[in-house]
């Protein structure tokens, strides 16, 4: 197990939703599952392009001989849509509609997914839409429409949950409706002469009169003038002192930003000229080069003549100043989104974006499926950040899918980063996306030194040389601040017994109970289990417990300790878990007095601390040499995103790294020539093994409590691949073999081309559904897998 692996996507494994289970329902519920899903198959092997939702519609129009049939994708886990008849006299029937079906015994809501002459099932057994809960509405524009067929059909994922994971929470129920086009209000000549006159006793009126003043007020803005503000205002409509109109989309006032630097320049002048046309680009830029200017700049220029944007940014780096920025630039507030809205919020983001009147979108991975009927351009920040694959359920790859949807919109897509991902990285090595470097910190800052620090026969103290510590004490010593980075969080990684070798280890996953020496406890960072931390050994009742390793818990206690006078700032899940607690601390370090920042990964992101002028890598050594091919790659990024905190502005920085492998050949290429020369040499290394990016994978995971029947599924699901180019491998025992008490294992699928991965992948599909052990055990398919 590899811990570096681990803490990347702990975020996201922390608390796995259950996969679907596989259940065939019952023989009502069968609307002819296998040759519905083979015409289906069918029809994906064609053009995408030939089928979207509006040349459906068409050709549903053609015949009137034949009978229309809706084809609609409910929430089930499900690989089908389900046939049904238009009701008799409802609304014209469009793609992209809510309907309220019968199923079963039960009435569900669906969407419409396309529109069809005719079903595999005769007319007499297809059931009629009972309403239109919208009536002429469509919940999905088109083109998101056909972003999400072509999701559910890439990843093979069950149309009616990529469906519903497009849409706010809020609507995926009947209860829930499409708002109505949201107001705002503008002062009448009655309301501006009253306005001059004393308040007198309408203090409260008068007020949100003054809000408005001479401009126009949207609700949003009113909201945060006054608590009572729907009264007031419903006053000052009865008065006649305001008008309500139709909200208008938001007029850019951009405020002019620094000079661009020619890098920079070249770098908006080749966005903004491929507009009107699909055009991928990496923008490819050091930290602190000026990447969010670039956005800035493209930005101002693409939306001048109207229409939307859209930046997706990786859970960690949506911040409020990073939305301040763009506020402050752009002149207008831009709509962030992400899933720690409530569901009224998240409703009333998705109807602004929807109705055009949202001119830039901010948010995190969910903010994807939005639809925004006029998109000028997609940039994705951090495109190599993990939190952008989604781990469970419906899995898919945002960076792939925004690139996708730009595609099909004809728009141009930006993947900014200081570390592209190696898919990213070979697309633009072999000409595919334009390549935009900029290789120099735009205020001219120096980038920091590397010092490798052997740790053999090092003096250590809780995982810290002695040469680190006194570096460390330089710099506080100076005034500035010290940045430590240990991706481990807990007190140890491990408790053991002295005297015969116990250690903790989780009963339901195959892992170590991480020690939390604060809290009394010993917790599973998997499955969250909680164990209190035994006074002597369970096993042989000797008091010899003790903990093996560290994690950022001990090092804030080590370091506290020796360092006693400075204050110090511990950041990590444990310490960061209350909403505004990181942007408090963040605020903190900004002030500039001298500090101790510790933390993992939450560290290594987009922050701009201009006063750490040294950064510690206590320990990344796992990494070099772990089973998973993606380590190495994951290690470089992390290295040169927490080395990129250091010396940010006028003071130079040091970046000190703690290794047990100084001779290490990607690891000397990385610090002696860079990134790039880093990634060109595992990319070299990938294409010689055939691995991804120059191949295509899919896995097929399966887990269940009884070992046996992993095994017998896969089994069996390994029999009945069907031949061709791919190849199938396996089955092999996930990374961590039992988590939460579920024994994993999986088949891996490579294939050479993408084309012969899918074909093969979508005839096993129609095969696997019919195994008699897939009701044995939860399964999902994986395509384009990034842990194992
Ligand atoms: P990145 O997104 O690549 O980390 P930023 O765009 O945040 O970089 O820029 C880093 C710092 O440099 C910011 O303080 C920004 O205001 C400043 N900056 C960016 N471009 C320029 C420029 N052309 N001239 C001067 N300062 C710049
Ligand atoms: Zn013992
Ligand atoms: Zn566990």
Known sequence: MNTLHMSINAVDQLQPKAFFMARIPSEKYLYSLTRAEAKHIVRRARNFQNHGPRL????????????????????????????????????????????????????????????????????????????????????LTGEVLELLQWCWRYYKHAPGEVVFSALPPKLRNISGSIPTSP?????????????????????????????????????????????????????????????????????????????????????????????????????????????????????????????????????????PQLVRRFEERLGFAPLVTHSGLSEGQRLQAWALARSGLARLVIGTRSALFLPMPDLRMIILDEEHDASFKQQDGFRYSSRDVAVKRAAERDIPVVL???????????????????????????????????RVLDLIQQNMTAGISAVAMAAIGE??????????????RGYAPVLLCHACGWHGACERCDTNLTWHKANRRLLCHHCDSVVPVPVMCPACGADA????????????????????????????????????????????????????????????KGHHFPRVTLVVIVNLDQALYSADFRALERMGQLMVQVAGRAGRDQLPG????????????????????????????????????????????????????????????????????????????????????RRSGRTRWYLLVQANRRSALHRQLDEWMLRLQKLASVRKVRWSVDVDPQDY
């Open 416 to 450: 900014g980063t200081a570390t592209p991902s190696l898919e990213t990285f070979s697309n633009a090595a072999s000409g595919r996306y334009s390549w935009h470097r900029l290789r120099r910190r735009a205020t001219g800052a120096a980038e920091p030194r590397w």
């Open 654 to 737: 040091e970046v000190i790294l703690q290794t047990h492998y100084p001779q290490h050949e990607s690891l000397l290429t990385l610090l002696k020539s860079g990134y790039e020369a880093f990634a060109g040499e595992i990319c070299a290394d990938r294409r010689a093994a055939c691995l991804p990016p120059f191949s295509y994978q899919a896995l097929l995971r399966a887990d269940a409590y009884q070992k046996d029947e992993v095994r017998r599924f896969l089994d069996q699901a390994k029999q009945c691949f069907p031949a061709g180019e791919a190849l199938i491998y396996g089955p092999f025992p996930a990374m961590m073999e």
């Open 56 to 139: 459906i519609e068409s050709k549903a129009m053609q015949s009137a001989s034949s009978t229309p049939v809706l084809r609609v994708a409910l929430p089930l886990p499900l690989r089908q849509l389900f046939d049904y008849l238009p009701s008799a006299n409802g609304p014209r029937q469009l793609a992209g509609q809510r309907v309220l079906v019968p199923f079963g015994r039960r009435k569900m809501v669906g969407v419409i997914a396309e529109l069809a002459n005719g079903s595999d099932l005769p007319p007499d057994k297809l059931a009629r839409v009972i309403d239109y809960p919208d009536g002429e509405q469509t919940v």
């Open 183 to 319: 107001l705002q209000y503008r002062l009448t000549p009655a309301g501006r002469t009253r306005l001059q006159e004393p308040a007198g006793r309408v203090k409260a009126q008068l007020g949100l009169l003054g809000h408005i003043g001479t401009g126009v007020a949207t609700e949003s803005q009113l909201r945060s003038s006054a608590p009572a503000w729907r009264k007031t205002l419903a006053k000052l409509l009865e008065q006649q002192w305001v008008v309500s109109e139709d909200q208008q989309p938001a007029v850019l006032m951009p405020t002019p930003g620094p000079v661009l630097l020619d890098e920079q320049r070249h770098a908006v002048d080749a966005i903004v000229a491929s507009q009107g046309g699909f055009h991928c680009h990496l923008l490819d830029g050091i930290t602190g080069s000026g990447k969010t200017e670039v956005y800035l700049k493209t930005l101002e220029q693409i939306l001048e003549k109207g229409g939307q944007a859209l930046l997706l940014v990786p859970e960690i780096g949506l911040t």
């Open 475 to 488: 710099t506080l010593v100076k005034g500035e601040q010290a940045l430590i980075f240990l991706n481990r």
């Open 545 to 604: 417990l003790q903990g093996a390793g560290e994690g950022t818990e001990q090092l804030e206690q080590v370091l506290g300790k020796a360092f006693a006078d400075t204050p110090l700032l511990r950041f990590d899940r444990d310490s960061v878990s209350r909403k505004g607690e990181f942007e408090r601390l963040a605020g903190q370090v900004k002030a500039g007095e001298s500090c101790l920042l510790v933390g993992t990964q939450m560290l290594a």
